[in-house]
C-alpha cells in the first residue's frame, strides 16, 4: 500500500479575522481577513523582512497576534491555539535537526513531543516519502544541506498535518528534492488539507491559486 493510501483524508478550514501585528512600534500587518477552505493553497509573499514567516507562525499557533483573531479548524471542530503547534506542519530552512542523532533519531524525538503512539510506521513512511529511506540510520552531521531539508519536510508530515506551512519550499533542494515537494503539496492538497507556502519567488507563487501579499496589509 502506497503512504499516500495510507493517510486518511481531512476536513480544514483555515480562517483570519482583521488580524494585525506588530513588534514594539512596528507593524508588520493589520487588517488582515482571509478563508482558506481545504484542498486550497495559498501563497504569501513580499519583501524581506515584510512578516511572511512571522504569519506563518501566527498560522501554526507559534505566536499571538496583536489583535484580531486567527481559528483552524479540522473535521469540524476548532483546534485550540494551544494544540495548533503540535497538529500543524511547518518546514522552514531556519529549523534546526539534532545533528548527533539520525534521521529516524530526530523523528523519533519529535514524535514522543508530539505524543504519537506507535509512530515507528509512520516515521518509515514519511523518511521513504522524503527519499531517506536508505539514509535513515546515517547521523544527520553527514548530510548535506538538502538532505537536511528533506528531513524538515519529513517532520512536518510526521502527523498528518491539517495545515501544512513550507517557509521558501524550494531552499535547498536540487531538481530530485523539488519534485519531491511538489508531490507533497499536491498530496496536502487532494487529501483535503491546507496548504501554506511563503516565498520570494515568483515561479513557486504562481503555482498556487491564490496569493496574499503582506505588504498590502500595512
Known amino acids: 500500500m502506497s503512504v499516500a493510501s495510507q493517510v486518511e483524508?481531512?476536513?480544514?478550514?483555515?480562517?483570519?479575522?482583521?488580524?494585525?501585528?506588530?513588534?514594539?512600534?512596528r507593524v508588520l500587518f493589520r487588517g488582515l481577513s482571509l478563508e482558506l477552505p481545504g484542498g486550497a493553497s495559498l501563497a504569501v509573499t513580499g519583501a524581506n523582512g515584510s512578516?511572511?514567516?512571522?504569519?506563518?507562525?501566527?498560522?501554526?499557533?507559534?505566536?499571538?497576534?496583536?489583535?484580531?483573531?486567527?481559528?483552524?479548524r479540522a473535521n469540524g471542530e476548532t483546534v485550540p491555539r494551544e494544540e495548533r503547534p503540535l497538529r500543524c506542519g511547518l518546514a522552514a530552512p531556519y529549523l534546526r535537526t539534532y545533528e548527533s542523532f539520525t534521521a529516524r533519531e530526530n523523528l523519533s524525538f519529535l514524535?514522543?513531543?508530539?505524543?504519537?503512539?506507535?509512530?515507528?510506521?509512520r516515521i518509515d513512511e514519511v523518511l521513504d516519502e522524503v527519499g531517506l529511506a536508505d539514509r535513515a540510520d546515517d547521523r544527520v552531521a553527514t548530510f548535506s544541506s538538502g538532505?537536511?531539508?528533506?528531513?524538515?519536510?519529513?517532520?512536518?508530515?510526521?502527523?498528518?498535518?491539517?495545515?501544512?506551512?513550507?517557509?521558501?519550499?524550494?531552499a535547498n533542494l536540487d531538481a530530485a528534492g523539488l519534485a519531491m515537494s511538489r508531490r507533497i503539496q499536491k498530496?496536502?492538497?487532494?487529501?483535503?488539507?491546507?496548504?501554506?507556502?511563503?516565498?520570494?519567488?515568483?515561479?513557486?507563487?504562481?503555482?498556487?491559486?491564490?496569493?496574499?501579499?503582506?505588504?498590502?496589509?500595512?
Not at 153 to 159: I, K, P, R
Not at 196 to 208: F, L, S
Open 187 to 218: 498530496r496536502q492538497r487532494e487529501r483535503g488539507g491546507l496548504l501554506v507556502v511563503a516565498t520570494n519567488d515568483p515561479d513557486e507563487a504562481e503555482r498556487h491559486e491564490r496569493r496574499l501579499h503582506v505588504e498590502d496589509y500595512v
Open 9 to 25: 483524508s481531512v476536513e480544514t478550514m483555515l480562517v483570519a479575522d482583521e488580524m494585525a501585528m506588530r513588534f514594539g512600534r
Open 111 to 121: 514524535a514522543r513531543v508530539r505524543q504519537l503512539p506507535d509512530a515507528s510506521a
Open 51 to 72: 512578516g511572511k514567516t512571522t504569519l506563518l507562525k501566527l498560522m501554526a499557533g507559534l505566536l499571538r497576534p496583536t489583535s484580531g483573531r486567527i481559528a483552524l
Open 147 to 170: 538532505l537536511k531539508r528533506r528531513i524538515a519536510y519529513a517532520a512536518a508530515l510526521l502527523a498528518d498535518p491539517p495545515l501544512l506551512l513550507l517557509d521558501e519550499p524550494r
